[in-house]
Structures are given as C-alpha cells and as structure tokens.
C-alpha cells in the first residue's frame, strides 16, 4: 500500500515505519525534520505541519491510508482529522493511549489515583481525540491504544488483543514492546478489522 505517516521519526512512529518497510508498503514519512528519516527506496521523507491543516491534507492527498503517531498534546485533533477528511484517504489510523481504557465498567484508567500526573493531560487529550473520532458520521478511522507500559523491546508478534478495556495479564501487569504495537498497527492497515472502532494490544 501507499502509506502518510505522520510523525514517522518518534518513539512508536519510527517502530512503525521499520513495520512498513518490512513489510514492503511504500511510506510517506511526514516529519518536521525530513533529514532525520531513514534513507531507503520505499520511504520518502516530506516536511509537513501538522498545524496546517490544508497544506497537511495536499501532502495526504493519493494514499492509500494515513497514520497519525504524534502526541496529542503536541497537535489538534480537530485538525489532524480535518486534514484527512479534505485529503479524500480512504483509511485513517491513529496512535492511541492507554489513559482512555476502562480499568472496571465506566472507569478509565487516567482517572485513577495511581495514574501518573506527568502523563494526564496527555492522556486526556487522547481521550478526547478519541472522542472526536466517535462523532465522525463517515470517515473510516481505527485507534489503537497501546498497553499501560509500552516501551522498546523485542518484536515477537505473539500478543493479545481488546477493545475498550485495559489488558493485564496473570501477575497485574500491562506492557506492550513499542515493535509489537507497530506489528499490530500494520496488521491492522492490512487486514482492517477494526474499522470506525478503537482496540488495544498488549501480552
């Protein structure tokens, strides 16, 4: 596929796009800092804002599907699914956070107390990111939230799956490998079983 992914040089963006090229999808990698990019015949690396929703929009424009893996408090929501939409990609995927997922029925987890206050706004603006998408009449979107801890780590491609609620596994714990969230993402611009619906990866 022809792949815009925006924020292709970050922590789970640069995991995804390895994903990509394994794979064989040629990439568009949106950054703010092209040189950064890894060199390589299916990537080519395009300077964009995301601040700017018609200039983000021309750059989506004749891709197969886009991918958003910026932070949500670094970027506007409305504008980054605006640029989609005007862009006229059939598909939008976007990086999700774990804060949204229910702990128990109608509990998130940010709005626990052991949630860290370092990462609350981030988690919120996720939520609320998630929310946006929700109230999308048309637009074919998939959030994928990560585990709790998700960090760099090995590329296994043996995990679980969810939907709104937080995986733990048999010791209470909650972790996904950044490479394993990339190969879930990628499984799922492939496959696309989770269209207009948010689900989580964790082991």
């Given at each position: 596929?022809?792949?815009?992914?925006?924020?292709?040089?970050?922590?789970?963006?640069?995991?995804?796009?390895?994903?990509?090229?394994?794979?064989?999808?040629a990439?568009?990698?949106?950054v703010?800092?092209?040189?950064?990019?890894?060199?390589?015949?299916?990537?080519?690396?395009?300077?964009?804002?995301?601040?700017?929703?018609?200039?983000?929009?021309?750059?989506?424009?004749?891709?197969?599907?886009?991918?958003?893996?910026?932070?949500?408090?670094?970027?506007?929501?409305?504008?980054?699914?605006?640029?989609?939409k005007?862009?006229?990609?059939?598909?939008?995927?976007?990086?999700?956070?774990?804060?949204?997922?229910?702990?128990?029925?109608?509990v998130?987890?940010?709005?626990?107390?052991?949630?860290?206050?370092?990462?609350?706004?981030?988690?919120?603006?996720?939520?609320?990111?998630?929310?946006?998408?929700?109230?999308?009449?048309?637009?074919?979107?998939?959030?994928?939230?990560?585990?709790?801890?998700?960090?760099?780590?090995?590329?296994?491609?043996?995990?679980?799956?969810?939907?709104?609620?937080?995986?733990?596994?048999?010791?209470?714990?909650?972790?996904?490998?950044?490479?394993?969230?990339?190969?879930?993402?990628?499984?799922?611009?492939?496959?696309?079983?989770?269209?207009?619906?948010?689900?989580?990866?964790?082991?």
């Amino acid at each position: 596929m022809k792949v815009a992914l925006i924020g292709a040089t970050g922590h789970v963006g640069s995991r995804i796009l390895a994903e990509l090229v394994s794979r064989g999808h040629a990439v568009s990698a949106i950054v703010r800092n092209p040189e950064k990019v890894p060199a390589g015949p299916q990537v080519t690396a395009v300077k964009g804002d995301v601040f700017d929703r018609s200039g983000l929009a021309a750059l989506l424009t004749g891709h197969d599907v886009a991918i958003s893996a910026v932070h949500f408090s670094a970027s506007d929501p409305s504008l980054l699914i605006g640029a989609v939409k005007d862009s006229g990609v059939p598909r939008y995927l976007a990086v999700g956070g774990a804060g949204s997922l229910e702990v128990a029925p109608g509990v998130k987890l940010f709005d626990t107390p052991e949630f860290p206050a370092l990462y609350l706004d981030e988690a919120r603006a996720g939520g609320a990111f998630l929310d946006l998408l929700k109230a999308e009449p048309a637009l074919n979107w998939t959030f994928l939230s990560p585990s709790a801890l998700i960090q760099p780590g090995e590329r296994t491609g043996t995990f679980r799956l969810g939907t709104d609620q937080l995986l733990v596994d048999a010791k209470g714990n909650s972790a996904i490998s950044t490479e394993d969230y990339a190969v879930a993402l990628v499984d799922e611009l492939e496959q696309a079983k989770h269209s207009r619906r948010r689900f989580t990866v964790g082991y």
